[in-house]
């Protein structure tokens, strides 16, 4: 200190060198947390520290922080006298494979990670950031939800993030990470992001909790069976990734945001392509069983025609009857829907239909070409799916496709049976290309059902009524079971090999990559919720 006197008086002033001081030390505090015993009970839970994971997911070196040394304004409950640098949540920007991002990271050893005022400026600032500059958001969500001692202005901070979770929605890519607890409507803003995952075992969401549920339902349930990731994955849908660690975590948004452009103004990525022969794919030519009600799994055909190894599939364990996911062909990132017969014969129903429905309006946001190979019997009859609203929830996945204009093509490798054959992307609702396999089979409904019911009283007063049956089920399979009564039309715009589809597929989407569209002027659509 150096003692200089002003107007008479004396005071002491810190040196150059202790100002340097102080902020090495406030820097050392700030990445402390909520201290040593603190992270060591976090690692004790196999979490990572909001830090760690920082490090994790992005480029080394390129982390920059903000807000680091932010303190709530709280004074009740003590908390005057409870202060943390930076307040429950790292933020800041840095680059995943050389592209900048923002982020944020919540803290857990600081008032477990809970969201208060001042935590929730932060995650606003840095969306604001975003927004301006066109970037993802990623948020890594560890928290106790709401900061209790702060009451309502804790809950104007949530709805802050609400809000502009919201007018962000197909303006720049939102990924979420739940790797804790994420209760109460906090689990919202992550539910209005693109993409959610959930590290199995050590991240559960839940609107309230096993305590809460047993107060007012009685029933008896962990925090796992409630909202973990094994629940989120395979029975609501909540969650589209269920990830083994926290390292499969962050290594899953670094290869999701290898696919996604960085906001709705620019291209999808494209890697560098070296074509490879005529790029013709034998194999493919052997999938589909002879017999046509013998399954096979679609993610055969995807595989076959994917650039390899590039088939990222999204919601891998939900309504497994319809396959989503990103790829590659010829280095070009596309999105691909496609119903699978290896579960319940490829059926549309009402999970199958929102899953796909949100992939393809999200491929549709940020200019990523859809493929969609079909194979489907028809909608789900049933009570079930009736009185759980199929028709509301298959209207959204019409609704999505015909809304999309981005480049979009179909294989129909075999079954596009009814409404079905409408809703999968068919030339009527504005698909680009649209393309069959020999063995497709187009029409109303199939050969035995259709045959029942327009020849039922030919049958019925036939002399042996399963032989009559039998030959209207020939006549209609020979009739309508195959591609080109579609292709006849136009509605189907070539027959094709499996094996050179791929060829053709690469050629297409070439082809439409100039391609524009628009739809007509209004404020916004409304999609059958
Ligand atoms: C303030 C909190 C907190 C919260 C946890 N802590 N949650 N502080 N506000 N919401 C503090 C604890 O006091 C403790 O402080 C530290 O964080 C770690 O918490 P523990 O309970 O020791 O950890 P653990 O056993 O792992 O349990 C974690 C937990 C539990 C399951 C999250 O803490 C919990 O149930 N918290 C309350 C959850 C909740 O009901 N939140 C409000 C939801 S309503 P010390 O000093 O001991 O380390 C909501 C409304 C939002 O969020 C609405 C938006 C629309």
Redesign the pocket.
Known sequence: MSEESLNGRNYTRPTNKEKYELLKKKNEEALEG?GKE?IEAQHK?NKLTARERIHLLLDEGSFEETGKFVMHRAKDFGLDKQHYLGDGVVTGYGTVNNRLVYVFSQD??V?????SETHAEKIVKIMDLAMKNGAPVIGLND???????EGVV??GG??DI?YRNTLASGVIPQISAVMG?C????V?SPAITDFIMMVENTSYMFVT?PNVVKTVTQEDVTAEELGGAGTHSTKSGVTHFSCANEVECINYIKRLLSYVPQNCEDDAPQLPYQVQGDESRPALDTVIPDNPNQPYDMREVIEGLADEGSFFEVHKNFAENIVVGFARLGGRSIGIVGNNPAFLAGVLDRHASTKAARFVRFCDCFNIPLLVLEDVPGFLPGTDQEWNAIITNGAKLLYAFSEATVPRVTVITRKAYGGAYDVMNSKHIGADMNYAWPMAEIAVMGARGASEIIFRKEIATAEDPEAKLQEKVDDYTNKFANPYRAAHRGYVDEVIMPSETRRKLMKAFKMLENKVATLPRKKHGNIPL
Do not use: M
Not at 111 to 115: D, I, N
């Open positions: 909520g603190r839970k857990f050893t008032f477990g990670g809970s969201l928290s106790g939800g709401a900061r209790i001692q804790s809950l949530y709805a609400f607890p209760a109460g409507g906090a919202y909790g």
